[in-house]
């Protein structure tokens, strides 16, 4: 009987070819693709968790831990795939692994869906806590609708390690691999059932962690940058998903294999393990780094300081002082009015002159003319935004006597 490593014999070894060991089949390209998925979930993870300590009062919160712990076991994954990759032969046939090798291959296997499947319960988890940071609280309902989702992926996911743990008895006959000249029996049982079972709650895990949220989210109020990023993130989603039904396939080819090739056919489960296991985590992680880009730009009132130390040369100080005189002159014709009168007048609106907005409103790049000839062609439109008063002195002298002595 062939499969994964559990179910492996010397009969079934015994039928393999010889083995290549001067330039055998390989496959080396999974280091680097795992290390750059790592790097980016590594990136996205740590900046979120410096976003919710810097940018935020309340710190780190449960959702932001569990994707901390959940980081910490994808990269114990990674590593554990990359030792199996450079140690113990999983880029090339089983046939072509040297047989002193084929337990600790095993064992690095075992490993490797322990790590996995720790990581995925905790991120699909961390998601999920999402309705902890709705304002208003999203309903009752909903809540326990989202308990009931957590409470199933840490049952499935507990099921599986426990799985994982019994599949031998003992559980160290998983990676206690025979040889041709010891032919040893193991009380091991078949993985055809459980490794597609196994795929399968992954797969429906991973898609209602994927749909409640975005379901919840879409309702909400948001920029629409806000939006373009819920829908790349459901995108990353889609992905994650996709890389989780393929996964699975590649889990039933593993158990069901009749050669008992289980190094090679294991390549392929661990190249889309890390991609569900980081892009997940990335997923999880984007949208708290909206903080670090700015959604409104930085537009000043005033851009130029005032030229000398007097305060009333400043744009906002004129027209706060004309705000100023008004509210006491209101206040001076409240006291000779009666009591009634007094409690039913309102402050009259101050009428600002339409310089003094344009005055607000200073291009990002201002030029002024230097001389009387220049100033002639700014007054005439042909360069630059249109003319500030001459002098706006009169103006102000002007704008007194309309309106009264500014304080």
């Keep these: 009987m062939g499969g994964d490593f559990p179910n492996l014999s010397a009969e079934t070894m015994a039928q393999w070819p010889s083995p290549n060991t001067t330039d055998p089949i390989t496959r080396g390209w999974l280091p680097p693709y795992a290390i750059s998925l790592a790097a980016l979930s590594t990136v996205a993870v740590f900046a979120r968790l410096w976003s919710q300590l810097r940018k935020t009062a309340d ?10 712990v959940a980081w910490i076991f994808a990269i114990s994954f990674t590593v554990v795939c990359m030792t199996g990759i450079f140690a113990y032969g999983f880029d090339r046939h089983m046939w072509d692994v040297p047989s002193e090798y084929h337990s600790r291959a095993a064992l690095t296997q075992w490993l490797s869906e322990g790590a996995f499947i720790l990581s995925a319960c905790l991120t699909k988890i961390s998601i999920l806590c999402f309705f902890r940071r709705l304002d208003p609280p999203c309903p009752s309902g909903l809540r326990r609708l989202i308990y009931f989702f957590i409470a199933l992926t840490v049952g499935s996911s507990v099921a599986c390690l426990l799985a994982q743990i019994l599949v031998c008895r003992p559980t160290s006959d998983y990676w206690r691999i025979p040889t041709l000249l010891e032919d040893r029996e193991r ?27 975005i379901l919840v989210l879409r309702n909400l109020p948001m920029s629409e940058n806000q939006r373009r990023g819920l829908r790349a993130v459901c995108v990353l989603g889609l992905v994650v998903l996709a890389a989780a039904i393929t996964r699975t396939i590649f889990l039933s080819i593993l158990a069901s294999s009749s050669n008992g090739d289980a190094t090679w056919n294991s390549f392929n489960v661990f190249v889309y393990a890390q991609i569900e296991c980081h892009l997940s985590l990335i997923c999880a992680s984007v949208p708290f780094l909206h903080r670090y880009f700015l959604q409104y ?29 008004q509210i006491k002159r209101s206040l001076h014709l409240g006291r000779k009015q009666t009591q009634q009168q007094a409690e039913i007048s309102r402050p009259q609106a101050v009428e600002i002159p339409e310089w003094e907005f344009q005055a607000l409103e200073s291009p990002r790049a201002a030029r002024f003319p230097v001389n009387g000839e220049e100033y002639d062609r700014y007054v005439a439109g042909r360069y630059g935004p249109p003319a500030p008063p001459k002098d706006s002195r009169t103006l102000f002298e002007q704008y007194r006597r309309e309106h009264g002595e500014m304080v």
């Design 297 to 325: 730009p930085r537009v000043p009132i005033v851009y130029s300081a005032p030229q000398g130390k007097n305060r009333s040369d400043s744009v906002v100080s004129r027209v706060s002082s004309s705000l100023s005189g």
């Design 59 to 68: 710190g780190l919160r449960l959702d932001d831990w569990l994707a901390f």
């Design 187 to 213: 009380s091991c049982e078949s993985q055809q059932i459980y490794y597609p079972f196994q795929g399968s709650l992954d797969c429906i895990s991973t898609l209602y962690s994927i749909v409640i949220p």
